[in-house]
Each structure stands twice: as C-alpha cells, then as structure tokens.
C-alpha cells in the first residue's frame, strides 16, 4: 500500500473519537500551557503567585516562561495537526 492510500484510508468511529478526545486534550493543555507562561511573565496579575516569584530568580522565571508559551504553542499545533495516526 501506498503512502498515498493510506492517508486517504477513513477512520473508524473508535479512531474519530480517539482523535477527537486527543485534539481537544492538546487544545486545553496548550491553552493551559501558555496561561502559566503568562502568570510567570507578569507576576503581579496573581498575589500568591506575586510572593512566590519574588522569591526566586527572576531570570529562571522568565525562562521557564518562555518555555511555556513554546510548549504550549506546540500543544496548539499539535491538536491542529490531528496527525495521530501516521507513521512516519
């Protein structure tokens, strides 16, 4: 089989389902992702988060932000791609 016939290849509904779940799961995560980056970003937006920050380095919190927002980028495409089930 081709690599062409086996994209064109339909689901089944368990698969549609799984890639359903998965792309919705890869959304919040994502979406989650970049509002902690956010919260470490701007501190002050948060008051509990504020006096944990303040305590720590500020250069490693704003790396581990930065971090975030990329994984929770990738997250975002990640649920866009839907590409579950390819082998590559």
Same mark, same amino acid.
């Given at each position: 089989m081709a690599l062409?016939?086996?994209e064109k290849e339909?689901?089944?509904?368990?698969? !549609?389902?799984? =890639?359903r779940m998965k792309s919705i799961t890869n959304y919040a995560m994502g979406i989650f992702f970049i509002a902690v980056g956010f919260v470490f970003i701007f501190p002050n937006t948060i !008051?509990? $988060?504020? !006096?944990? =920050?303040?305590? !720590?380095?500020?250069?490693?919190?704003? $790396?581990?932000? $930065?971090?975030?927002?990329?994984?929770?980028?990738?997250?975002?495409?990640?649920?866009?791609a839907k590409n579950y089930f390819r082998n590559y």
């Amino acid at each position: 089989m081709a690599l062409e016939e086996f994209e064109k290849e339909q689901l089944s509904d368990r698969e !549609k389902n799984m =890639v359903r779940m998965k792309s919705i799961t890869n959304y919040a995560m994502g979406i989650f992702f970049i509002a902690v980056g956010f919260v470490f970003i701007f501190p002050n937006t948060i !008051k509990f $988060i504020a !006096k944990f =920050v303040a305590q !720590k380095d500020p250069l490693m919190m704003n $790396i581990f932000a $930065i971090i975030c927002f990329i994984y929770g980028l990738f997250r975002l495409y990640r649920g866009y791609a839907k590409n579950y089930f390819r082998n590559y």
